[in-house]
């Protein structure tokens, strides 16, 4: 389907995204679909990733060659930092794949561009100095991206970093948590769902905040050690 898709557009396409949140890496096909993509399309494709992988020098070239941009995200200078937002993930292994594409982009010749994208919270705060040096001394852009948190303690020391919407969104959702909480109809059993093919959004505690603490990007799922 995808290989359709292309040929019947691709002559058309100037910018194709080809993820939405989540790990790509993940999809073991995904640079299969960029290669194919890259030689039958004009068009530009970036990708946001955790690089948290092993990658070998073939798919090191695919990426440096196909993707006008890349951004590696990395949340602190130190394992004990950055883990703490993006669990399981090695620091080193995610440093170590930044270089080496950072090479091949400059042993290709290419116009692939590179970006550092840094969640900042509390505990990271205080490294983003350092961050910003070791970003200077490799030639990359350093990108610091306000996040939404779980909790006002993980809020960085400096306003500025906080999300305007923060405080708005927070009460939002709690509302919606305490309204879920306090109906008094009980939510359809997973049995009863699967019977009659129900989903009762308005009164399930249990689906319907979870469902609206993802649309607002409260929570996150980390997924590491893709190969």
Same mark, same amino acid.
């Given at each position: 389907? =995808?290989?359709?898709?292309?040929?019947?557009?691709?002559?058309?396409?100037?910018?194709?995204?080809? +993820?939405?949140?989540?790990?790509? =890496?993940?999809?073991?096909?995904?640079?299969?679909?960029?290669?194919?993509? /890259?030689?039958?399309?004009?068009?530009?494709?970036?990708?946001? &990733?955790?690089?948290?992988?092993?990658? $070998?020098? &073939?798919?090191?070239?695919?990426?440096?060659?196909?993707?006008?941009?890349?951004?590696?995200?990395?949340?602190?200078?130190?394992?004990? &930092?950055? @883990?703490?937002?993006?669990?399981? $993930?090695?620091?080193?292994?995610?440093?170590?794949?930044?270089?080496?594409?950072?090479?091949?982009?400059?042993?290709?010749?290419?116009?692939?561009?590179?970006?550092?994208? +840094?969640?900042? =919270?509390? +505990?990271?705060?205080?490294?983003?100095?350092?961050?910003?040096?070791?970003?200077?001394?490799?030639?990359?852009?350093?990108?610091?991206?306000?996040?939404?948190?779980?909790?006002?303690?993980?809020?960085?020391?400096?306003? !500025?970093?906080?999300?305007?919407?923060?405080? !708005?969104?927070?009460?939002?959702?709690?509302? !919606?948590? @305490?309204?879920?909480? @306090?109906?008094?109809?009980?939510?359809?059993?997973?049995?009863?769902?699967?019977?009659?093919?129900?989903?009762? !959004?308005? &009164? @399930?505690?249990?689906?319907?905040?979870?469902?609206? =603490?993802?649309?607002?990007?409260?929570?996150?799922?980390?997924? /590491?050690?893709?190969?």
């Amino acid at each position: 389907d =995808f290989k359709r898709i292309i040929d019947e557009v691709g002559q058309y396409l100037y910018y194709l995204v080809l +993820f939405r949140g989540g790990e790509s =890496f993940m999809n073991k096909r995904f640079l299969n679909m960029v290669e194919y993509a /890259y030689e039958n399309t004009g068009a530009k494709m970036n990708i946001s &990733t955790n690089f948290s992988f092993g990658l $070998s020098d &073939t798919q090191l070239e695919i990426i440096a060659q196909c993707f006008s941009l890349v951004d590696v995200c990395l949340d602190g200078v130190t394992q004990e &930092t950055h @883990s703490q937002n993006r669990i399981g $993930s090695q620091y080193d292994k995610v440093f170590q794949n930044l270089l080496k594409l950072r090479e091949k982009v400059h042993d290709l010749n290419s116009e692939c561009y590179i970006r550092w994208r +840094f969640v900042v =919270f509390k +505990f990271n705060e205080h490294e983003i100095e350092n961050a910003q040096q070791i970003a200077d001394d490799l030639g990359i852009e350093l990108v610091l991206v306000k996040a939404f948190v779980p909790e006002k303690s993980w809020l960085p020391e400096n306003k !500025e970093l906080w999300r305007e919407d923060y405080i !708005e969104k927070q009460e939002e959702v709690k509302k !919606e948590i @305490s309204e879920a909480d @306090s109906s008094e109809e009980p939510a359809p059993s997973i049995i009863q769902m699967q019977q009659d093919g129900s989903k009762n !959004e308005s &009164t @399930s505690p249990i689906i319907q905040p979870q469902e609206r =603490f993802i649309s607002h990007r409260k929570n996150c799922i980390w997924l /590491y050690g893709a190969t």
